[in-house]
C-alpha cells in the first residue's frame, strides 16, 4: 500500500502538477500562518508555540484522517495516503515553472522576471538574464532537497509503523518548511523557532539531495568540489544542493548582495540552465523511486 501510494503520487504530480490554489492544502495552511504574521508582545514566545503546534495538528489531522480511511477500506487509505503525499511534494510543477523562466531569458525577459517570483524571494527587476537562470535553478536545486526528498524520505520512514503515521510524518515536514517560508526571516522575530527548526528537519535532506543531483549529473566528484561554496549561504542546508548543481554544470551561481557560488564560472547559458533543470528533473524521479524501495523493505 506504501509503496502503491508513492506510485500513485508521482501519477498525480506527472498529470496534475498541482491543486488548483484555491483549495490547495498547502494554499490555505499558509494562509492560516499569514493570519499569524503580525506585530506580537512577544514574538519569540508564540513563534515558539507556532512552530510546535501547527505542524503536530496538522500533522495529526492528516493522519487521523489516513487511519480512518484505512479502516473503512484499504484501497480507500491507499488513495487517501497517495493524495496527501502529492499536496507534500512537488516536482512537476516546479521544472515548469524553471523552465519556462530559462526559456523567457532569451525571448522575453520581463516576462521572466515575473514568472520568477513564483520561484524566489528576490527582487528580480534588475536581474540580468544570466542571474534569472541562476536564480532558477537555484532555486530548483534547493527546492529537490526540502519540497521532495524531505516529504518523501519522512513518509518511508514512518510507513515502517503505519501508513497514518507516514501521511503524518510527510505533512508535519511540509508544514515546517512552509513555517520557514513565510516566516524564517531575520525581519520576522515570530519566525525565529520555526526558522531553527527548519535547520533540523532539513538536515539530511538536504544533503540526500545533493548526492542525489551528483549522481543524476553523472558527476560523483561534483560533491567534492562543492566543499568550498556549499557553506556560503546563510542557510546551513540550502548551499548542498545548489552547490553541487553548480560544480555538475560547471557554472557559477550568484544571488546579488549575498553569495556565489563557483565564481571561477560563468553564468549559466540557456542550454546549461536547460540541462540543470533536467539533472534535477532525474533526481527527483530517483528520489521517488528509492523512496518506494525503503518503503517496500
Avoid at 185 to 198: F, Q, T
Amino acid at each position: 500500500m506504501a509503496v502503491a501510494s508513492i506510485g500513485l503520487s508521482l501519477t498525480f504530480d506527472l498529470l496534475f502538477k498541482e491543486f488548483p490554489a484555491r483549495v490547495h492544502p498547502v494554499a490555505m495552511f499558509g494562509r492560516l500562518v499569514g493570519w499569524l504574521d503580525c506585530p506580537w508582545s512577544a514574538p519569540r514566545l508564540v513563534g515558539m508555540l507556532v512552530a510546535l503546534v501547527l505542524p503536530v495538528g496538522t500533522a495529526a489531522l492528516a493522519g487521523s484522517v489516513t487511519a480512518l480511511s484505512v479502516r473503512y477500506h484499504p484501497l480507500l487509505g491507499m488513495v487517501v495516503a497517495a493524495v496527501a503525499l502529492f499536496t507534500t511534494t512537488s516536482l512537476r510543477m516546479l521544472l515548469s515553472i524553471a523552465t519556462d523562466v530559462v526559456m523567457q531569458t532569451e525571448i522575453n525577459p520581463e516576462r521572466a522576471r515575473e514568472s520568477v517570483r513564483a520561484l524566489v524571494g528576490r527582487d528580480a527587476k534588475n536581474l540580468s538574464s544570466g542571474e534569472l537562470r541562476s536564480a532558477a535553478i537555484e532555486s530548483v536545486a534547493e527546492n529537490l532537497a526540502d519540497g521532495l526528498v524531505a516529504p518523501l524520505l519522512a513518509f518511508a520512514l514512518g510507513v515502517r509503523f503505519s501508513l497514518s503515521l507516514a501521511v503524518a510524518a510527510a505533512v508535519w515536514v511540509k508544514a515546517v518548511n512552509t513555517l520557514d517560508s513565510m516566516l524564517g526571516y531575520r525581519s520576522k522575530p515570530v519566525g525565529w523557532a520555526s526558522a531553527r527548526l527548519d535547520d533540523v528537519v532539513m538536515w539530511l535532506p538536504s544533503r540526500l539531495g545533493a548526492m542525489l543531483i551528483a549522481l543524476a549529473g553523472r558527476s560523483p566528484a561534483a560533491l567534492s568540489r562543492a566543499r568550498s561554496w556549499r557553506d556560503i549561504p546563510s542557510s546551513p542546508n540550502s548551499g548542498w544542493p545548489m552547490a553541487t548543481l553548480a560544480a555538475v554544470l560547471s557554472v557559477e551561481l550568484r544571488k546579488p548582495g549575498d553569495y556565489v557560488l563557483n565564481p571561477n564560472a560563468e553564468l549559466p547559458t540557456v542550454s546549461g540552465a536547460r540541462r540543470g533543470v533536467r539533472v534535477v528533473a532525474i533526481a527527483g524521479l530517483v528520489s521517488f523511486l528509492l523512496a518506494g524501495v525503503v518503503a517496500w523493505l
